[in-house]
């Protein structure tokens, strides 16, 4: 074989260095393209941190202006000031704590019943809860406030959170995993003289800690957000949540945009902090949710 032969690439090794070219271009692509739509996902967020800082003239002034051109902290002070911004956040805080608790206690209740229990119905009960799930809340808001107006729970936080209970998806992820628990550890429990509540909390929840811990915090941020429910319930001030609050900011002579960036800003700073702090869990709750729906 001559030196010439030998010092041609050989055509196989032509082609995958062809085909790694193209797969580094493609990668390269695909980054510019995300890099792209990150900026357009954050760019009204960055806009209304911005907005929030400056001064109400500059707001409404002609142009568009990327940058304060004086940084104003006047919209914050008239929310603390002259609004229930305190109260709202008292209102949300509780509000959240016991939805997200109500939420994983009742769901992982119902779920070890489906998955470890043995009763008449059991799967009729899991079919509907699967029917429930591929219903959205939102077509289900009229019965809920002929309820709540029915039982006088209108512009109560008792009313703002019990609709808020139902969560479906939580019991259809709870039992997959509890499905994957041998059943040899309740048997154990059970010839030791546990009961249902005591295996299920000493034993299933444990042993499921990761999810109970990232589907926690998702319904908290879920319920922290939670607009819809919380405007038509709460009517008074003294009940509103963060959300419904922040429409109350405005002025005799219209919006004041400052003002309402300001409080936007002041509203999704604590389920900022939270998701900074916890964005694994919320990404594995949000993968769990997206399993079951796929």
């Known amino acids: 074989m001559s030196v010439e032969a030998l010092s ?3 055509p196989h090794a032509a082609a995958r260095a062809r085909g790694d070219r193209l ?3 493609g990668g390269l692509v695909l980054t510019a393209l995300t890099f792209v739509f990150a900026l357009m996902a954050i760019f009204p967020i960055y806009w209304a941190v911005v907005t929030s800082f400056k001064s109400e003239t500059e707001v409404i002034a002609s142009g568009i202006s990327l940058w304060p051109q004086r940084f104003n902290t006047e919209a914050y002070e008239h929310i603390w000031r002259n609004t229930n911004i305190g109260m709202w956040y008292i209102n949300s805080l509780i509000t959240s704590l016991v939805i997200t608790a109500g939420v994983i206690v009742s769901s992982a209740g119902c779920a070890y019943a489906l998955s470890q229990l043995e009763f008449p119905g059991r799967r009729l009960i899991y079919i509907l809860i699967l029917a429930c799930f591929m219903v959205p809340m939102q077509a289900l808001i009229i019965n809920h406030f002929v309820l709540m107006a029915q039982f006088k729970l ?3 936080w008792a009313g703002i959170i019990l609709p808020q209970l139902i969560v479906p998806v939580t019991i259809i992820v709870y039992k997959q995993f509890f499905d994957s628990v041998p059943k040899e550890f309740r048997e154990a429990a059970q010839m030791d003289n546990a009961g249902h509540f ?4 000493r034993i299933y929840l444990p042993m499921n ?5 990232a589907l926690a915090i998702i319904t908290f941020i879920g319920a922290w957000n939670s607009f819809l429910w919380p405007f038509l319930a709460a009517t008074g001030e ?3 949540t963060v959300p419904v609050g922040i429409t109350q900011v405005k002025d005799a002579y219209g919006i004041v945009y400052a003002r309402l960036m300001a409080s936007a800003v002041m509203a999704g700073l604590p389920v900022a902090v939270l998701y900074l702090l916890f964005q694994r869990r919320v990404t594995q709750a949000i993968m769990l949710s997206a399993g079951v729906k796929g």
Request: no cysteine.
């Open 23 to 25: 797969i580094d271009l």
């Open 198 to 201: 005591k295996i299920l909390f």
């Open 238 to 240: 003294a009940t509103m």
């Open 154 to 156: 209108l512009n109560t």
């Open 8 to 10: 041609r690439p050989a």
């Open 209 to 213: 800690w990761g999810i109970t811990s």
